[in-house]
């Protein structure tokens, strides 16, 4: 691909920084009618629920009613930063598609018909079911599908009622394999979001990771500073993002061969014998690892991934002579080809060799208590079949979180019982029997939250500025009494959330009001912790599959069963997987087919704001990034619209507007994922852009995570007309 950065800036790469920090005009909405009016210009320290990143805010009322957010300057890694999606918080207060009372199903399922019920008629229901179902058929028979800030405590019911289907697809696709992958190397586990290594780093190395347009205010934040100081950034990726149009060596692979990249490189690395000569002592495996890689040379690895050797050097080159002082990102979501565990344990083999590795203040991976990750495809048939009694759905929508939503439709369709439990009605909650109204994240207090700063903690407290809208409630509230009911009131001993807050901050020495005048913020410095895994506690319970291997070794330095960074991983051979990184070749695109890939947009927070008529201002739709040599010989122009197809015949229910650009390699095309959302209840998204996961119908099955790929289904092109 020949590329210019001039030409590909005009395409507009770059978009996705110019939302992320505004200098004026910080948001502001007229406040829901139930919000107390005596602190007019309080401060209220919060905590953005927007996404994951779950970045402090403050909350600034007026006179005149209006609310308006900004970023927490007490924050040592945010700052009074906020992107897009926080600042169009505010819209949740007053927004009219608001799920604001209980509601009970009258209709089919999946048609939306309900009717109005109260608080008492919605929890006996929930909680006589979820009772019934324990002791008749144990907690086997209960499911909990969870996601986003509140489903702390259903997660601890569930828990309590040892139910063994326990489901979050935002750690399955990305916390489980970035674990399993970094664990088995390091024994510790570093978080993308904030990586302390990097405010030290001459070199960054980016792989599939789309900082700016994920949009998480302290990675992002971290990268800018990086940048400023003139450091080196390698990006690898099909597609020129928006941190490809700031690399110093940019790399478009061939989609699904980055780990015969990582491999080729450290091929390099160990035949040149560009690593730390004190290293091999530290590790097991070395001489394993050497045999691994031997077939890949710098020919063969160009070869696999179609970028030319003299680039695959120069770049691998400049890691090392950066070294130690080379970051590898460690990357959020992972779940690409059903390979993920391998490729992110090359990751962390390739940090080895260049001299790094994580924090020794992070916490250790369980060797002992790990647990065979929970697969979402058997969760889902076991629903569909009945075995299952009672699901929760509860701030997660599978219908886009998940490939073959098809399928997933039709399980949800002939489960026994759902219940649901959210803010909008999304796609998820059209098959649910009950419906529970969830208070906003502005509305509410919530368990506390912490991030690992380095040599530092930072605990925070999610603050209301609101009064509760409607007859929605808080989620411990609405756990509490659905516990007492169902005869596990014990695991809720606090009288309600400040109570439970207060107690767990009395822990630490302080209390809800020294947080808040405080800002809302402590930081606390922490002492370097390293245990070794075999003194956890040993796993219980069918699930425990993961095993340790037997070993007696103590006084190790690393949390790793021989206390050394395991390049061949004694733990993964014992458990009956490969214990040294395995390239495996990705499927081929049928003829006349491309790859689909997905990732996020800047504006919106997967489809949690996909009814925000602010954020859809800015970016109402998708759009199909298409190569011009894909382009022209199918006569499409730039802004042409077409209906995609998959190789199973599943079909967008919407055209998509194509981009005709030369950021993305002509054996692929591209499209931002959390759109097509099918709730009419959510007026201003409905069948709003194409959903990616509509189009996967199909994906391997990564055998250590039990994660399925997302990025092996192909799609045709369908012009208008060609696609009755």
Request: with cysteine.
């Amino acid at each position: 691909m020949k590329l210019s950065r001039r030409t590909l800036l005009k395409a507009g790469s770059l978009s996705a920084l110019a939302l992320t920090f505004p200098q004026t005009g910080p948001a502001v909405a007229k406040a829901a009618p139930g919000m107390p009016a005596d602190r007019s210009g309080a401060q209220i320290p919060t905590i953005c629920g927007m996404c994951k990143a779950s970045c402090p805010m403050l909350a600034v009322r007026h006179r005149n009613g209006h609310l308006r957010l900004t970023g927490n300057p007490v924050s040592p890694i945010h700052g009074n930063t906020l992107c897009a999606r926080g600042m169009a918080a505010v819209q949740l207060l007053a927004d009219p598609d608001r799920l604001k009372y209980p509601l009970k199903r009258v209709g089919p399922r999946g048609k939306g018909v309900w009717k109005r019920i109260t608080w008492y008629e919605a929890l006996a229901e929930i909680s006589g079911r979820i009772k019934k179902a324990h002791a008749d058929f144990g907690p086997e028979s209960l499911a909990l599908l969870c996601g986003s800030s509140s489903a702390t405590f259903i997660r601890q019911l569930y828990e309590g009622l040892s139910s063994p289907h326990i489901y979050d697809a935002s750690r399955s696709h990305s916390a489980a394999i970035r674990e399993l992958g970094y664990g088995t190397v390091f024994g510790q586990v570093p978080d993308p979001a904030f990586v302390p290594e990097l405010d030290q780093a001459d070199c960054l190395l980016l792989m599939g990771c789309h900082v700016g347009e994920n949009n998480q205010v302290s990675q992002l934040k971290q990268v800018c500073d990086f940048l400023n100081r003139g450091s080196e950034l390698v990006v690898v990726d099909p597609r020129f993002s928006a941190m490809a149009a700031k690399a110093d060596h940019y790399l478009a692979i061939r989609p699904g061969t980055d780990t015969a990249l990582l491999l080729g490189w450290m091929h390099h690395i160990l035949a040149q014998g560009l690593y730390d000569p004190f290293l091999a002592a530290q590790v097991v495996g070395m001489e394993e690892l050497w045999e691994a890689v031997a077939p890949y040379t710098l020919t063969k690895t160009a070869e696999i991934t179609d970028i030319p050797a003299e680039k695959i050097r120069r770049a691998v080159e400049t890691m090392v002579a950066a070294a130690p002082r080379t970051v590898i990102m460690p990357g959020g979501h992972l779940s690409w080809y059903g390979t993920d565990v391998d490729r992110v344990r090359a990751q962390a083999i390739l940090t080895a060799l260049l001299g790094s590795r994580p924090s020794p203040s992070l916490p250790a991976f369980d060797f002992a208590g790990q647990r065979q990750p929970l697969s979402f495809a058997p969760l889902i048939n076991q629903i569909g079949s009945g075995k299952i009694k009672v699901t929760a759905l509860w701030g997660q929508n599978p219908l886009q979180a998940e490939m073959a939503p098809y399928k997933t439709m039709v399980a949800l369709k002939d489960a026994d019982f759902i219940f649901a439990c959210d803010v909008l009605p999304s796609e998820a909650t059209l098959y649910a029997d009950i419906i529970l109204p969830e208070a906003a994240f502005l509305e509410r207090l919530d368990a506390l939250h912490s991030w690992d700063i380095g040599e530092q903690t930072m605990t925070g407290c999610r603050f209301p500025v609101a009064a509760p809208g409607h007859e929605c409630r808080d989620p411990y509230e609405i756990v509490k009494n659905i516990a007492e009911g169902c005869g596990q009131g014990r695991l809720f001993a606090a009288r309600d959330i400040r109570h439970y807050l207060e107690m767990s901050l009395a822990e630490q020495g302080t209390s809800l009001a020294a947080l808040q005048k405080a800002g809302g913020l402590l930081l606390q410095n922490k002492e370097a912790k390293s245990r070794t895994p075999l003194e956890a506690d040993a796993a219980t319970g069918p699930e425990a599959v993961l095993v340790p291997p037997d070993t007696s070794a103590r006084g190790l330095t690393l949390p790793t069963p021989s206390g050394k960074i395991e390049f061949y991983s004694a733990w993964l051979a014992h458990n009956g997987f490969s214990p040294l990184p395995l390239y495996v070749a990705p499927d081929q695109a049928p003829e006349g087919y491309l790859r689909l890939l997905y990732g996020r947009c800047p504006a919106h927070s997967l489809t949690r704001t996909a009814g925000f008529t602010w954020l859809n201002h800015e970016v109402p739709e998708n759009e199909l990034w298409l190569a011009p040599s894909v382009a022209e010989p199918l006569g499409i122009v730039d802004g042409e619209e077409v209906r995609l197809e998959n190789r199973d015949g599943f079909r967008s229910l919407q055209r998509l507007k194509v981009k005709v650009t030369p950021g993305i390699r002509e054996d692929c095309c591209y499209m931002s994922h959390g759109f097509g959302n099918r709730s009419p209840f959510i007026q201003d998204a409905y069948l709003r852009g194409v959903s990616d996961s509509g189009l996967m119908s199909r994906g391997r099955v990564d055998p250590v995570s039990g994660t399925r790929g997302m990025r092996d289904s192909f799609v045709r092109l369908l012009r208008s007309g060609h696609d009755s």
